[in-house]
């Protein structure tokens, strides 16, 4: 019953510590009780004790994750499911591996190695087929973003390392009152945890405060058509979206606005990509700039393109029937006065909804499975490079991310190295409903302002549409469910920061260190 509680109190304390209505220093005490049952049933003489290990840690982290992710299940239950257990599960298989290493290394190496797998493991969820990084633990500061200015140094890597940190001291605090049961004995133990957590606070705090926006100040809209998803986005036909975001934009838009930007596949009927140019919604928006030749505007789209030759077809191709093949597309498209369409793919996707991962070997098995949430059943297509809008003012230029694409730190720094001044943000989160889910997908926007020292403007379907500066404030924003034009000024920003160069480097060092300590301890024999 101990390390049931305690495993319970492990998952309660990591998810409480969570945004966007928890309190970040639950994190650093949160792993804490669970490496306490790790070491009761290491150093006891219980049988299967890996098999315990993994199921107290298993329900820590179905705790933490179906407490802050369960908002999943209001677009798909079975994806939600799926995404709380595996993850959950994988969390787990973290603590059985630093178990096999605790019996064979020294508390401090085991330590390190168990601070180091879990970047390790960070890292992977951001690159791999399965990748699904909401719960990376640099994340849960987003709404506490005064202290974690040095992102902009470290990325939220630079996060998860201190949560781990702060947790091991703990630990070893607790490890050692217990043995010596002397307050007295721990107090430089506990001098030095305040240090470690109020130091980098500190630090974080006088660049918040020092930290000046230099640049030329442009003027944006972000529009928030508020269309339900399930039942009227796939049914409007696009001229009529048109109408709807220019009406908008009229409530807001003055000779000085320079850009207008419009939710994630807010033009859902698709568009055939060679016929863009005769598309009538298209018409409509060319004629809207010719009247307004100063503003550039960025919107949504869903794009399909048929193939008929066979060598065309790409791996993210689907197949449609009598040797038809089609490429779909979540897109956004940049249009202003003379000039041609400028156009990015969505390349960051959403698992099981905009991808199946690991085709080769899931496609015999499940056949072609995807969640549906409306429009078109199908792979999307993606591109290798980050592209960057021009607009019609020389200093402004703009990463086009889309939705999900914002959770990714190393990820969104290549648009910035290839010349993005202010990044836009364009999503739907409308499947979740009125839950965490938009509510986090939102505050982790401020991490990736912080982490290039980019101004944001966020473009949301149903909301929260934002404009973000670069230091992670949200100066004015549009209420969850209404619909609306927001205006503002953001500033265009050409400088690089340490972590746009460097990207996910402090992850990069901890595999290293992983790797080496496993392969150096793994083959000993356990420590009697």
């Known amino acids: 019953m101990k390390h049931f509680l305690l495993a319970l109190f492990s998952g309660l304390l990591l998810a409480f510590g969570w945004p966007t209505y928890g309190f970040p220093v639950f994190l650093f005490i949160g792993f804490v009780p669970l490496l306490l049952v790790e070491r009761n049933i290491r150093t006891s003489d219980v049988e299967w004790k890996k098999w315990s290990i993994f199921g107290y840690s298993y329900l820590s982290f179905v705790i933490w994750n179906f407490i802050t992710t369960n908002w999943l299940q209001y677009a798909d239950v079975f994806g939600a499911s799926f995404a709380i257990l595996v993850n959950s599960m994988l969390m787990a298989l973290l603590m059985v591996i630093y178990h096999s290493i605790a019996k064979r290394a020294t508390i401090n190496i085991s330590l390190v190695f168990l601070m180091c797998l879990w970047m390790a493991f960070e890292k992977l969820h951001l690159g791999w087929d399965f990748s699904w990084p909401w719960l990376n633990l640099g994340n849960g500061f987003s709404e506490y973003f005064t202290w974690i200015q040095w992102y902009e140094y470290t990325g939220t890597f630079g996060g998860t390392l201190w949560v781990w940190l702060v947790n091991i001291l ?43 926006m230099e640049g030329e100040q442009m003027n944006v809209i972000a529009l928030q058509p508020n269309i339900d998803p399930y039942s009227e986005k796939y049914n409007v036909p696009n001229e009529d979206i048109a109408d709807l ?34 598309a009538y919604f298209k018409r409509k928006l060319d004629v809207y700039i010719s009247e307004h030749p100063n503003i550039s505007i960025l919107t949504g789209i869903s794009f399909v393109n048929f193939i008929i030759d066979e ?35 969505k390349s960051k996707l959403v698992v099981g909804v905009e991808t199946l991962p690991y085709q080769s070997i899931l496609k015999p098995l499940i056949g072609d499975f995807m969640i549906d949430l409306g429009g078109t059943l199908a792979m999307k297509t993606t591109q290798e490079e980050r592209s960057v809008f021009d607009t019609n003012n020389p200093n402004l230029k703009v990463a086009p991310i889309i939705c999900y694409e914002s959770v990714y730190g190393e990820f969104v720094t290549g648009y910035i190295r290839n010349g993005a001044s202010v990044l836009a943000i364009i999503t739907n989160d409308a499947w979740w409903g009125e839950t965490q889910g938009h509510k986090q997908h939102l505050s982790y926007a401020r991490l990736r302002a912080i982490e290039t020292r980019r101004d944001i403007v966020r473009s949301a379907n149903t909301g929260i549409s934002a404009l973000i500066n670069a230091k992670g404030e949200i100066s004015s924003s549009l209420a969850y469910g209404t619909q609306g034009a927001l205006s503002g000024t953001v500033t265009a920003n050409d400088k690089i920061t340490f972590y746009t160069r460097a990207g996910d480097y402090i992850a990069r060092i901890a595999i290293f260190i992983a790797l080496f300590v496993f392969l150096i301890t793994m083959f000993r024999k356990p420590r009697v």
């Open 311 to 345: 060598s065309l077809v790409k791996k993210q191709s689907n197949f449609h029937k009598n040797g038809f093949w089609y490429d779909d597309y979540n897109s956004a498209m940049l249009l202003k006065t003379n000039d041609s369409i400028q156009l990015y793919h």
């Open 170 to 212: 703990v630990y070893k605090l607790v490890l050692k009152y217990q043995v010596q049961n002397s307050i007295k004995s721990i107090k430089t133990n506990g001098i030095v945890i305040l240090i470690v957590i109020v130091l980098p606070i500190l630090i974080s705090l006088a660049i918040y405060y020092t930290y000046k």
């Open 245 to 278: 975001l220019l009406k908008l934009t009229d409530t807001k838009i003055t000779p000085q606005t320079d850009l207008v930007v419009a939710p994630e596949t807010v033009f859902a009927d698709n568009v055939k990509i060679n016929q863009l140019e005769e």
